[in-house]
């Protein structure tokens, strides 16, 4: 028994050292793979991603930046990070994915990811973009992305595609002025409308609406006695809008205000035949009651050839409204960038329709005051010219009635006398400096 024990053990001691021989044999081709564990870390962190694990594939992807900021997969894993913040959603999600996407561009300004960086932070915020008539921050976050993605990489394969979100932010932010517009304009508010539509149509020519735009503006300088300033916006509806519904009857207006009819434009022409080719998608009757539930905007009518607008809007694009009747000055936009850019008159001080200084009264009280006998008996311009020994009171009041004695005043009789601060007022009235 003892001799067969012995047998046994040596029997097993030897299978024991020989499995650890050939296990060691077998671990020889792990080391060839140890050699790339970024790329292990990469690739385990892509398919984690790819199955919607965002945040088990993110974790992995940090460890590979901190562990191996040498790799020559550090610009991929950052730019994957961001892409599954993107591919996540919701504020967060996309909130989380532009800053990524930002520090990329920021680490890595000259890889050709930096263009794809720069679009995926436009279509971010256009994603998250709302209706005309709400929150307008994203859309002109999205738009100031798309403009600097065309003006940085011109000559990108994703420039089209590029252009064509900016043309439906575009779309939506101009609709919102529109409608305001449209609110005022029928409202009878021709200055706060005017104000709008100016801005409206010189900074989104591809708006959809924007020959109805400026049809308001051409009514509304022609019922302001405006005829050339009218002319004008009848004149950009023929040239710019060559196909509109409106062409016609902006002919028959310019031949009313003795204007000639300019020509189409040869671009304009073949934009507006090119979107009367286009396919549409319009939501169906079943849809549309389902439409107030959704927050995104409706883009179908946005252009889809043509130029957008690149040009970013001043912070001091001041408009300057001052449609008076009978006056000089017309309304115009200070900070537009269209064509459009001599509708502002300037009125010099003293001519016809001038307003007055901001320390002077307006001018009806003031013309109704110059009317009225001056209180000291004198000429109103030297009426503040009171001796130095003399009360206010005594040169700034008479009796009406000459036969009135001044004592009456004073038993009651007859008129109070008015208090100093009261015909010091009066003063001012008549000779306001």
Same mark, same amino acid.
């Given at each position: 028994?003892?001799?067969? *024990? ?7 001691? =030897? ?29 385990? #962190?892509?398919?984690? %991603? ?16 901190? @562990? ?13 990070? #961001? ?7 919701? @504020? ?14 920021? *680490?890595?300004? *000259?890889?050709?990811? =930096? ?32 403009? @600097? ?14 252009? +064509?979100?900016?043309?439906?932010? +575009?779309?939506?932010? #101009? ?7 449209? *609110? ?10 005017? =104000? ?13 609406? =924007? ?52 020509? /189409? ?7 507006? +035949? ?17 439409? %107030? ?10 252009? @889809? ?9 001043? $912070? ?27 509708? %502002?008159?300037?009125?010099? /001080? ?32 030297? #009426? ?21 004695? /001044? $004592? +009456? ?20 009235? %008549?000779?306001?400096?």
């Amino acid at each position: 028994m003892k001799r067969n *024990f012995r047998l046994l053990s040596v029997v097993l001691l =030897a299978s024991l050292l020989l499995a650890g021989c050939f296990g060691k044999k077998k671990s020889q081709p792990v080391a060839g793979t140890s050699a790339e564990p970024d790329k292990v870390l990469f690739e385990r #962190a892509t398919a984690d %991603i790819k199955k919607g694990h965002y945040g088990v594939g993110r974790l992995t992807l940090q460890t590979l930046i901190n @562990t191996y900021p040498d790799s020559e997969y550090l610009a991929k894993a950052k730019l994957a990070i #961001a892409d599954s913040y993107s591919k996540e959603g919701g @504020t967060a999600g996309l909130t989380q994915a532009v800053a990524e996407y930002k520090d990329f561009i920021t *680490f890595f300004p *000259f890889l050709d990811e =930096a263009a794809y960086a720069q679009m995926q932070v436009g279509k971010a915020h256009y994603r998250r973009m709302e209706k005309p008539d709400r929150d307008r921050t994203e859309g002109r976050l999205a738009e100031e992305e798309f403009q @600097t993605f065309l003006q940085k990489y011109p000559n990108s394969p994703l420039a089209p595609q590029a252009e +064509q979100w900016l043309r439906e932010v +575009q779309e939506v932010l #101009a609709e919102g002025d529109y409608r305001i517009a449209h *609110f005022y304009y029928v409202k009878g508010s021709k200055r706060a409308a005017a =104000a709008r539509l100016l801005d409206l149509t010189n900074r989104y020519p591809l708006y959809s609406q =924007a020959d109805r735009a400026l049809w308001m503006l051409g009514n509304i300088f022609e019922s302001s006695e405006k005829g050339d300033l009218a002319a004008r916006y009848y004149s950009r509806i023929v040239t710019d809008y060559p196909l509109s519904d409106l062409a016609g009857d902006a002919k028959g207006r310019l031949t009313k205000l003795g204007v000639p009819i300019p020509q /189409p434009n040869t671009e304009a022409l073949a934009r507006m +035949q090119h979107e009367r080719e286009v396919e549409r998608k319009h939501r169906g009757l079943l849809r549309r009651p389902l439409g %107030i539930l959704r927050s995104a905007p409706d883009v179908s009518t946005a252009a @889809t050839a043509g130029k957008p607008n690149l040009n970013q809007p001043s $912070d001091a694009s001041a408009t300057l409204e001052t449609l008076k009747p009978g006056g000089q000055t017309t309304v115009g936009s200070a900070g537009s960038t269209g064509g459009n850019t001599t509708v %502002i008159e300037t009125v010099k /001080p003293g001519s016809p329709g001038a307003a007055p200084p901001n320390n002077n009264p307006p001018p009806e009280s003031t013309s109704a005051a110059a009317n009225q006998p001056s209180a000291a008996g004198t000429d109103p311009s030297k #009426a503040d010219a009171t001796p130095p020994g003399a009360k206010p009171e005594e040169d700034a009041a008479k009796p009406a009635d000459p036969d009135k004695k /001044p $004592d +009456q005043d004073k038993k009651g009789n007859g008129k109070k006398k008015e208090s100093s601060s009261k015909k010091k007022k009066g003063l001012r009235k %008549i000779v306001p400096w």
